[in-house]
């Protein structure tokens, strides 16, 4: 994990500083009052240094838990991250669970009709999901409704703190935009692992047992079916983290997607490269504990 993450925070640092301008041109753009004294504007904010003293020092504030101070704003980014980090969590939270309601039931529901109308509805339908785009279906979220119905989604954030039924209506569409996003690979996934698992010498040992189908179908073969598909879940974290960026985006949610989106354009660097610190550990977090899950699942694992 560690060096996957100094990996990702060093490539993460120069890309950034690759980008044609820097913070103090974007400055110069909004206040024509800095560009009188560009030079000493950029000894004052460090990005007059060399790059490996500028990632060295960064890394340093990071080990001792300082993630820097924004160029534009001068706020601590740790403060702007913590205000932010319960946004974007909420609102993955609440996708992923949603991708689980849908892929999981229609993949199993799709292999267990194999074959038949439903299961090829229900294939188009997985398909669909992975064709459409996220950034689509939320435009036409937002215009569809307003054009028909004269109604918009609430655009003014309500904190979970504050109002949780209105939180949880305002979080609701985005979240399920993204778990229509994410749900047609774990349904394709679903539907193939339990075709193969349905062969297998013991489900056909449950069945002639007596056993009744749901306690076949959920205790013995989804169990083991469901193995693989972990897997992808833990990939499917990066695909849930670029979709709340976008969806924050469109739907005015103040979380760190959008907070990512602004200090990019802004080229705030010590913003950016907290929020994809915070990402990255995410990521490589979810592969950790879904190799510990697998153990968990199926006792015939062990990790030495």
């Known amino acids: 994990m560690i060096p996957?993450?100094?990996?990702?925070?060093?490539?993460?640092?120069?890309?950034?500083?690759?980008?044609?301008?820097?913070?103090?041109?974007?400055?110069?753009?909004?206040?024509?009052?800095?560009?009188?004294?560009?030079?000493?504007?950029?000894?004052?904010?460090?990005?007059?240094?060399?790059?490996?003293?500028?990632?060295?020092?960064?890394?340093?504030?990071?080990?001792?838990?300082?993630?820097?101070?924004?160029?534009?704003?001068?706020?601590?980014?740790?403060?702007?991250?913590?205000?932010?980090?319960?946004?974007?969590?909420?609102?993955?939270?609440?996708?992923?669970?949603?991708?689980?309601?849908?892929?999981?039931?229609?993949g199993v529901y799709s292999a267990v009709r194999q074959d038949t109308v439903s299961d090829y509805i229900a294939r188009s339908i997985a398909i669909a999901m992975l064709a459409i785009p996220g950034f689509w279906l939320g435009t036409l979220a937002i215009t569809l409704p307003a054009?028909?119905?004269?109604?918009?989604?609430?655009?003014?954030?309500?904190?979970?703190?504050?109002?949780?039924?209105?939180?949880?209506?305002?979080?609701?569409?985005?979240?399920?935009?993204?778990?229509?996003?994410?749900?047609?690979?774990?349904?394709?996934?679903?539907?193939?692992?339990?075709?193969?698992?349905l062969r297998h010498d013991y489900v056909r040992t449950a069945r002639a047992k007596g056993l009744a189908e749901r306690f076949v179908l959920l205790r013995h073969a989804l169990k083991n079916a469901i193995i693989p598909v972990l897997t992808l879940l833990g990939l499917q974290v990066s695909v849930l983290i670029s979709g709340t960026v976008v969806l924050e985006s469109i739907f005015v949610l103040p979380g760190m997607g959008r907070y990512l989106l602004e200090n990019v354009s802004n080229r705030d660097y010590p913003a950016v490269q907290g929020v994809i610190l915070i990402f990255a550990i995410v990521l490589v977090a979810s592969n950790l504990v879904v190799d510990v899950m697998y153990a968990w699942l199926d006792p015939r694992i062990r990790y030495g």
Request: aromatic content about 8%.
């Open 4 to 106: 996957t993450l100094l990996g990702v925070t060093l490539l993460v640092f120069g890309m950034l500083r690759l980008l044609p301008g820097d913070a103090v041109t974007m400055m110069i753009q909004d206040y024509s009052g800095y560009a009188s004294d560009l030079d000493s504007l950029r000894e004052k904010l460090g990005l007059n240094r060399p790059f490996p003293e500028q990632y060295l020092s960064w890394l340093s504030n990071v080990l001792s838990g300082n993630l820097g101070e924004s160029l534009r704003s001068h706020t601590p980014v740790a403060e702007d991250l913590a205000a932010r980090i319960p946004v974007t969590v909420e609102l993955g939270i609440i996708g992923f669970l949603i991708s689980l309601l849908i892929a999981i039931p229609l």
């Open 147 to 197: 054009i028909w119905w004269r109604w918009t989604p609430p655009l003014r954030y309500t904190q979970l703190t504050d109002d949780p039924a209105k939180n949880l209506l305002q979080m609701v569409l985005p979240a399920a935009i993204l778990g229509i996003g994410l749900s047609g690979a774990i349904m394709r996934l679903t539907r193939a692992q339990m075709l193969e698992v």
